[in-house]
Structures are given as C-alpha cells and as structure tokens.
C-alpha cells in the first residue's frame, strides 16, 4: 500500500510496572520518526478490577491513546498501518484482551480524526465501565481494529 517510500514500524512495550504498560507504535523512515500512535494504561491480560483488588493504594489507569503523524505523511494511509502494527503486537504481548476493552483519548484535538475512526463522547459525569471519568471520548478494541481493517473511503 505505502511502497512508495522506504519505511518500516517499531513498536516498544514497556511490561515492567505490572498495573501500567506503554505501547507504542513508530513510522520510521530513514531514522526518522514520521509518526506515533500509543496505547498506555492496564494491562490487557487482567481484569481492571482485578488489579484495583491486587494493588489497592496504586491508581490504575485506564488505556488512553495518542497519535501523531508529521506533514508529508499525512492523509496517506500511515495511520491505519501504526494501528494494525500495534494491533498485532497487543494479540502477541496480550492475548487475553476483551474484544469489548474500552480505549479513551483524554482530550479530543485531532480536528475529528477520533470521530472519523468511530469514537463516542464520553456521558458528561457518567464514567464507561469505571474508567472514562475524566477522558473525551472511548470506544472498544474491536472498534478500533474494525476501523485499521476497513478499506478507506477517499473524498473526491
């Protein structure tokens, strides 16, 4: 799909803190990184309030998302490629994930990227399955690999 230029992906986990892990998938082109889309919170494999139970005086973070990718790669089809390379890497660190794991944004500046890719508000003083408080908007892993697999619509 993107053959036009020589890239590749990296993706980092961080697994050392048992109630907060980093994800992280990078565009890299020559050394340089293009773009970014992270997943940072609860591990995938344990159940939130398994781990609010376990570690009682820790916060437990819910899993936000970030995503970032710089000028000429914009509008090309990279985002959807950061987000099936971390897709795969969540089914090979994490396979236990929840098709129903909800993912938030904390705030919402993408200029309706989060709405383009199926994200809901969050309910204005209703926390989602706990966790939302706080965040802009949510929806679940199986939103978002819905949204990495589709084929894109282009506007003409």
Not at 43 to 68: A, G, H, R, S, W
Not at 96 to 120: A, C, P
Request: overall charge neutral; charged content about 25%.
């Amino acid at each position: 799909m993107n053959n036009f230029i020589e890239h590749h992906f990296e993706t980092e986990y961080d697994m050392s803190n048992k109630t907060y892990i980093k994800r992280k998938s990078k565009l890299m082109v020559k050394g340089v990184c293009w773009g970014k889309f992270t997943i940072d919170g609860h591990p995938f494999n344990n159940d939130y309030y398994k781990l609010q139970q376990e570690y009682p005086y820790t916060l437990i973070y819910p899993n936000t998302m970030t995503i970032k990718i710089g000028g000429p790669f914009k509008g090309r089809g990279f985002v959807r490629s950061l987000i099936q390379e971390m897709i795969e890497k969540i089914k090979e660190n994490e396979p236990k994930i929840r098709e129903n794991q909800y993912l938030f944004v904390e705030t919402d500046i993408s200029n309706g990227f989060w709405d383009y890719i199926g994200m809901s508000n969050v309910p204005m003083n209703v926390s989602v399955d706990d966790q939302g408080y706080g965040h802009a908007k949510y929806f679940t892993f199986s939103d978002l690999k819905r949204f990495a697999y589709s084929i894109p619509v282009f506007e003409e």
